[in-house]
C-alpha cells in the first residue's frame, strides 16, 4: 500500500513561506496525491492535488519530484489562520483514502 | 458549494446504547464515508458507501454498522455503545472529478461520547 510519511510538528513565521514535505516513496504511477488541512474542531478541508505536475491554486502550491517519490505543500504568505494539522494522501485503492497523523503547522507571530 | 450536514456536533450516550449518527450530503455523489479520529491516530476509515445499499468495510469496522437506503444520506450505527467508542465521528462524500481525481469533502463532525 502507498503509504505517506510527514514531520509530526512544524513552525512557521507569519508572512513567511511554509513548506510542509511529505514522503510518498512507493506511490504507483497512477495514484494522486492529495492535500487536506484540518483546524481545530473541523473537519479535514482539501487543499490541492496533483499526480506528476506542479500545481498551483487559490490556497497553495504542490510541488511533486521527478520521480514522485516526495512532495512539498507551499503556503506562500502563511497567517495565523493557517494553523493546522495537514495532511499528505495518497489514493490507495478504489475510493479510500489512508489519513496518517499529519503535520501540525503553527504560524508564529 | 458542496455541503455535508452531520446530525449532531455533541453526542453523549450510555453503554449499551443504540446509537445512530447521521450524515447528509447535497451534492450527489456515489461514495460515502464514516472515519473516527482520535489522539494520535489520525483518521481511521470505519466503513464506505460506493452506491445505495452498498457499503464496504474500511479498516476498523468492529462494533459498528451502517445503513445507505437514499443516496445523500448515511447512517453509522453503533448496536451496542462501548466506552471505547468515545470519538470524533466525521462523515465524508466525494464522487470521480477532472482527470480521474478525487476529492473528498468533509461534514464538522460528531464529538461522540459514551459514560
Known amino acids: 500500500d502507498a503509504k505517506t510519511t510527514q514531520p509530526p510538528s512544524m513552525d512557521c513565521a507569519e508572512g513567511r513561506a511554509a513548506n510542509l514535505p511529505c514522503n510518498h516513496s512507493t506511490i504507483s504511477g497512477n495514484e494522486y496525491v492529495y492535500w487536506y488541512r484540518q483546524i481545530h474542531s473541523q473537519g479535514p478541508q482539501y487543499i490541492i492535488h496533483g499526480l506528476k505536475n506542479n500545481e498551483t491554486n487559490e490556497m497553495a502550491s504542490l510541488i511533486i519530484t521527478e520521480d514522485r517519490k516526495s512532495s512539498t505543500l507551499i503556503l506562500p504568505h502563511a497567517t495565523l489562520r493557517d494553523t493546522a494539522v495537514y495532511y499528505c494522501?495518497?489514493?490507495?485503492?478504489?475510493?479510500?483514502?489512508?489519513f496518517g497523523t499529519g503535520t501540525s503547522l503553527t504560524v508564529i507571530p | 458549494d458542496v455541503k455535508v450536514t452531520q446530525s449532531s456536533r455533541y453526542l453523549v450516550k450510555r453503554t449499551g446504547e443504540k446509537v445512530f449518527l447521521e450524515c447528509v450530503q447535497d451534492m450527489d455523489h456515489e461514495n460515502m464515508f464514516w472515519y473516527r479520529q482520535d489522539p494520535g491516530l489520525g483518521l481511521r476509515l470505519i466503513y464506505f458507501?460506493?452506491?445505495?445499499?452498498?457499503?464496504e468495510k474500511g479498516d476498523i469496522p468492529e462494533g459498528y454498522s451502517v445503513s445507505r437506503e437514499k443516496k445523500e444520506r448515511f447512517s453509522l450505527i453503533l448496536e451496542s455503545a462501548s466506552t471505547n467508542q468515545t470519538s470524533m465521528y466525521l462523515c465524508a462524500s466525494g464522487s470521480l472529478g477532472e482527470r480521474l481525481s478525487y476529492e473528498q469533502y468533509f461534514g464538522p463532525g460528531t464529538r461522540l461520547t459514551v459514560t
Open positions: 458507501s460506493y452506491d445505495v445499499k452498498m457499503k
Open positions: 494522501i495518497v489514493r490507495v485503492t478504489g475510493n479510500q483514502f489512508y
